[in-house]
């Protein structure tokens, strides 16, 4: 298979290869076919190829023929390293001593001799193998403009290989994956953009209990990792397949007529893995130390103290105690044992760099949040049927701090009309991420953070007890793992529209209850969508499909769902269930049309903005239909305009609306399926989107003293 790559590559370069990049597997698109042909003039293969500091770098992109690629039209950034950086690299990969294949994969070539350390640099890279050539080459580029005021402060870039590295100018240099320095920026040539690097961007094969085992700082959290065997659930790197993917959704366009052909939806392949990965928060030794913590026993005796008694208010333990019994033994592997939980807490299965936690302030230029709102998420953890809640709250520093369980009283809730309220007391800051010191795994990312983590009474009682908003990338690991979530429109070649067409069976928390080949299944990325986080998921055809919400704590919960309402809408039957079995599922209100205007009496949506009470009275009669104005908490292309909120669209010609399903009880000991049926099985263009779940517990809804905020 090596020896056809430079094959394989040279044909997707002539055929194109636009389709298969919007798929699952790929994680950034190759260029549009329209693009896939040479020109004269100054691309980034011949900058490369004139300069005479880079002719090692340029070495490798020929070996895999992505030298060809960079002189093809195509929308490029690439991170060159000089040859000097490049040699210290092929050194390094050669004598490392703890590689898991001998010299990582690097092999004698015929007709060179078998003393590698006495060859020449340029030797040398004869010994680098047709795969690690295509490895370095796809690393090293993004189909993305990443210019250096792009890569201002830290974060992540995401390459052609499909990881990301990090980035960070907080020296005054910028430094990536903190070993490569950009030594000059912004070569712009006609497809794309030249950095050169005064090293190769380092990646690594290793797994997090082998970075943690080898970062001296912590040696405590690493052996609780490996006593409790949770290090050997995080070694997978990708889904086994094979998937057939349907449809690949091209252009913004609302017909199905123009995405489906006449004959029936198109087979465009199948893949055979996708990425699976991992976030790990990890107290440090310094941290430990701080709270009294100085060996693994004292650890597990913190553990036994925090989880112990945890039946009292860990709704699933209570609720399954005929199946669990909390563990304070030696069996550390014990799901249900005290350091086992403790862990288990801190590990979110989907691989999040720290600028991807939160949809931060400012990261699309369409759809954003309002100055007073405060981005957050809620992501499943490892500890059975729990969350935890991730927030940057702009009241803390500059903007970008991330706390982990922050608690402030009657969040959600407000004593101020149109406001949040004066009425919240901070009772807990929350657990600050260190997003500076981030440790990058083979398929995963481990945040230090800089207090103890632990899901305690406050966070079922205090921090999940409010109006919980999730969004649709949340549900959904997969979306992240393979670098869906944070692309935007833009990132796809032109002409391929801003929806990714997914393969049905690729998301473990849905299940369909029919295989009709009418089912379509869209992410639409980041993009001027009339939506929270500025994305959305979209189901066309005759769906019939149940999707698992978060595990909350037991309660009972008002459910409540966003959606544009359009003439192409849908009609709709919703069902609650304890389990995805369709016999467990009973109705959920009454039929839903999502096409009914705005301004029916249905809805009783009006001008708000310009009423005395700025909608206040209107909200009641909205509320007593079952409907609710979209939140005042994002808004939609001017940042600082109040009437452009999702809560003031009256006459813009976009709106968002909330609909109110109904009020059910949620058992955190089961799982909870939400399943959307359409009604309409013959209007295969109504499609259902789904943006966010609203999940508000009835004792914040029903308080006497304060009222949900408009946020």
């Known amino acids: 298979m090596i020896m056809n790559i430079k094959n394989m590559i040279r044909q997707t370069l002539i055929a194109g290869a636009a389709v298969l990049a919007m798929t699952m597997t790929a994680c950034n698109p190759e260029p549009d076919e329209s693009d896939l042909y040479t020109f004269t003039g100054e691309t980034i293969e011949s900058f490369i190829a004139k300069d005479k500091s880079l002719t090692a770098f340029n070495y490798i992109l020929s070996r895999v023929d992505y030298d060809a690629m960079m002189a093809a039209y195509g929308h490029y950034t690439c991170f060159a390293p000089v040859n000097e950086g490049v040699a210290y690299y092929v050194d390094s990969l050669y004598n490392d001593p703890e590689a898991v294949i001998p010299h990582n994969g690097m092999r004698q070539p015929e007709g060179v001799s078998a003393d590698f350390d006495s060859q020449t640099d340029e030797q040398k890279l004869k010994w680098l193998s047709d795969s690690l050539c295509l490895a370095i080459a796809q690393y090293h580029i993004t189909t993305t403009y990443n210019n250096l005021v792009s890569m201002t402060g830290t974060g992540q870039v995401l390459t052609m290989l499909g990881y990301e590295f990090s980035y960070s100018s907080d020296t005054g240099e910028t430094v990536l994956g903190n070993k490569a320095t950009i030594l000059d920026s912004d070569h712009e040539t006609v497809n794309g953009l030249v950095h050169r690097l005064d090293n190769v961007i380092p990646r690594t094969a290793h797994f997090t209990d082998y970075m943690l085992e080898h970062n001296a700082d912590f040696s405590i959290f690493s052996q609780a990792l490996k006593m409790t065997g949770l290090c050997d659930s995080l ?21 199905v007529g123009s995405i489906w052909p006449a004959s029936g939806p198109n087979t465009t392949g199948k893949i055979d893995n996708y990425k699976i990965g991992y976030t790990i928060f990890a107290e440090s030794d310094a941290v430990m130390a701080a709270n009294g913590i100085h060996s693994i026993e004292d650890l597990i005796e913190y553990a036994n103290k925090e989880y112990g008694n945890c039946g009292e208010w860990y709704d699933y333990v209570s609720e399954n105690s005929d199946k669990i019994t909390i563990s304070t033994g030696n069996d550390y592997t014990n799901r249900f044992n005290t350091l086992n939980m403790f862990v288990a807490y801190h590990i979110i299965k989907a691989r999040m760099a720290a600028n991807q936690l939160v949809f931060e302030k400012g990261s699309h230029s369409s759809w954003n949040y309002t100055p007073d709102a405060d981005p957050y998420d ?16 702009v009241s803390e520093g500059s903007g970008k701090t991330l706390l982990i369980n922050r608690y402030q009283t009657f969040n959600t809730l407000t004593n101020e009309v149109g406001t949040m309220g004066t009425n919240h007391e901070l009772v807990r800051r929350g657990v600050e991420v260190d997003r500076k010191n981030t440790i990058a795994a083979t398929n995963a990312y481990i945040h230090p953070i800089k207090g103890m983590l632990v899901y305690d009474q406050m966070v079922p009682d205090g921090v999940l007890h409010e109006r919980m908003r999730i969004n649709c990338t949340s549900l959904f690991p997969e979306l992240i793992n393979n670098s869906y979530r944070y692309w935007e429109s833009s990132n796809f070649p032109t002409g391929s529209g801003s929806r990714v067409g997914i393969p049905k069976h690729a998301f473990e928390n849905i299940v369909y209850y029919e295989e009709d080949p009418y089912i379509c299944l869209a992410y639409c990325t980041r993009g001027a969508w009339r939506c929270y986080q500025a994305d959305q998921m979209q189901f066309w055809g005759r769906y019939d499909f149940a999707f698992k919400l978060p595990p909350v704590p037991s309660d009972v919960y008002e459910i409540r769902v966003v959606y544009a309402p359009m003439s192409y809408g849908s009609f709709m039957q919703y069902y609650i269930g ?7 599922m009973r109705p959920l209100g009454l039929p839903f049309d999502a096409t009914i205007d705005v301004e029916d009496p249905r809805i009783g949506l009006t001008d708000a903005w310009n009423e005395d009470d700025k909608g206040l009275a209107s909200d009641i009669a909205m509320y007593n239909h079952g409907y609710m104005r979209g939140p005042n908490s994002y808004h939609r292309l001017t940042y600082d305009n109040p009437e452009q909120t999702c809560r003031f669209e009256y006459g813009t010609g976009s709106y968002t609306i909330r609909y109110v399903l109904g009020r059910v009880e949620l058992k955190q000991g089961n799982e909870n399926w939400l399943r959307i049926k359409t009604l309409n099985n013959q209007q295969l263009t109504n499609p259902v989107g789904l943006d966010f779940v609203e999940l508000v517990p009835t004792s914040v809804l029903d308080n006497q003293q304060f009222a949900e905020d408009w946020y």
């Not at 889904?239 to 091209?250: M, N």
């Not at 992501?379 to 969350?387: A, F, I, K, R, S």
Request: charge should be neutral; hydrophobic fraction near 25%.
């Open 378 to 393: 809620y992501y499943e953890t490892m500890l059975p049927h729990t969350v935890m809640k991730i927030w940057e709250p």
């Open 578 to 584: 304890s389990s995805s079995n369709i016999a467990d």
């Open 235 to 255: 070694t997978k790197t990708k889904k086994d397949g094979p998937l057939e993917f349907k449809q690949l959704l091209r252009d913004n366009q609302n017909s």
